[in-house]
T-cell receptor, first 120, second 114 residues
C-alpha cells in the first residue's frame, strides 16, 4: 500500500526566512509520481509540481525548489525568502503509474499536510 | 490545465437530507475523481467516475451513501445521501492533467451538516 508522511504538522516562520517542508513516501511500485499541492485559505488546491520516479534532478521554480531523493524516499519542498502569501496548507501526494484494471489510474494518495504560516 | 467548476460552492444542510454536487470540466476527460476533505484533514479519494460505466469506490465508501453519475465526458455529480454531521467536509472533483498522472482540482464544495 502507498503511504505519504508529512511529519511537520505546522510550521511558523517570519517573512524572508527560508522554509523546508518534508515529505517521505512508501510505495512498492518502481514507477510512480510525486506531487506538491498548495491549499490557501480559500480552499482550492493549486498544483505546484510533479516528479516521476526516474527523474531525480532537483528543480527550481522562482522561490520554490524541490529535492527528490529516491534513496531516502523523500521529496522535500523549500520556499526561499518566504512571503505572507505563501501561508497555506501544503500537501505532498503520490500516484501510481499503473494499476490493475485501470481503476486507480491517476489516483492520488495524500500526506496529512503541513500548515505553513508566514508572519510579516 | 483544465478549468473545473463545482456547484454549489458551499451549503448548509440538515441532518437526514441529501445534497447533489455538480462538477463541470471545460474539456472532455475519461476519468473524474471525487475526494473528501474532512475539517483539518487531508484528502481522501471517494470514487473514480468513468463515463459509461459504474463508479469505482474506495474502501470505506459505498454507492448507497455517495451515488455518482457520469452522463458525459465533461460532467459528473456526487450525491451525499442521508447526511449526518460527520459528512461535513469539502468535496472536490478532479480530472487528470495533460501529463495523465497529475490531477487538477475543482474549487471544492464546502458542506456543513447541522
Amino acid at each position: 500500500a502507498q503511504k505519504v508522511t508529512q511529519a511537520q504538522t505546522e510550521i511558523s516562520v517570519v517573512e524572508k526566512e527560508d522554509v523546508t517542508l518534508d515529505c517521505v513516501y512508501e510505495t512498492r511500485d518502481t514507477t510512480y509520481y510525486l506531487f506538491w499541492y498548495k491549499q490557501p485559505p480559500s480552499g482550492e488546491l493549486v498544483f505546484l509540481i510533479r516528479r516521476n520516479s526516474f527523474d531525480e534532478q532537483n528543480e527550481i521554480s522562482g522561490r520554490y525548489s524541490w529535492n527528490f531523493q529516491k534513496s531516502t524516499s523523500s521529496f522535500n519542498f523549500t520556499i526561499t525568502a518566504s512571503q505572507v502569501v505563501d501561508s497555506a496548507v501544503y500537501f505532498c501526494a503520490l500516484s501510481e503509474a499503473h494499476a490493475s484494471g485501470g481503476t486507480s489510474y491517476g489516483k492520488l494518495t495524500f500526506g496529512q499536510g503541513t500548515i505553513l504560516t508566514v508572519h510579516p | 490545465s483544465a478549468v473545473i467548476s463545482q456547484k454549489p460552492s458551499r451549503d448548509i444542510c440538515q441532518r437526514g437530507t441529501s445534497l447533489t454536487i455538480q462538477c463541470q470540466v471545460d474539456s472532455q476527460v475519461t476519468m473524474m475523481f471525487w475526494y473528501r476533505q474532512q475539517p483539518g484533514q487531508s484528502l481522501t479519494l471517494i470514487a473514480t467516475a468513468n463515463q459509461g460505466s459504474e463508479a469505482t469506490y474506495e474502501s470505506g465508501f459505498v454507492i448507497d451513501k455517495f451515488p455518482i453519475s457520469r452522463p458525459n465526458l465533461t460532467f459528473s455529480t456526487l450525491t451525499v445521501s442521508n447526511m449526518s454531521p460527520e459528512d461535513s467536509s469539502i468535496y472536490l472533483c478532479s480530472v487528470p492533467g495533460q501529463g495523465a498522472y497529475e490531477q487538477y482540482f475543482g474549487p471544492g464544495t464546502r458542506l456543513t451538516v447541522t
